[in-house]
């Protein structure tokens, strides 16, 4: 079993940067690849980005490549989501999640309860 707790969230303007984390707890970390999805309202959830357990491989969804950047820091059982650029169409809950490397969230096995990201205009 593996818990996963998201935070950083916030209000940012268009152009900012926030940083989200996500802490994980139960079995070992480096047991995991791990990703980050996020789901706008009345939106399907969305794949964002996905690290191996090693943090050697990383893949992007085309729309935030070179503006946001995931990395893990298995010594502190903490991933995160560094989040550069930021635009309105960005505004969605953010969701970490442990067990897969793809792009579907029907391939992660655990996910945390989200983080709200909104970006204002």
């Known amino acids: 079993q593996v818990q996963l707790v998201e935070s950083g969230g916030g209000l940012v303007q268009a152009g900012g940067s926030l940083r989200l984390s996500c802490a994980a707890s139960?079995?070992?970390?480096?047991?995991?690849?791990m990703g980050w999805f996020r789901q706008a309202p009345g939106k399907e959830r969305e794949f964002v980005a996905a690290i191996n357990s090693l943090a050697r491989s990383t893949s992007y969804t085309n729309s935030v490549k070179d503006r946001f950047t995931i990395s893990r820091d298995n010594a502190k059982n903490t991933m995160y989501l560094q989040m550069n650029s930021l635009k309105p169409d960005d505004t969605a809950v953010y969701y970490c999640a442990a067990g897969s490397l793809t792009s579907d969230p029907r391939d992660y096995r655990y996910w945390g309860q989200g983080t709200q990201v909104t970006v204002s205009s």
């Open positions: 139960g079995r070992p970390f480096t047991s995991y690849n």
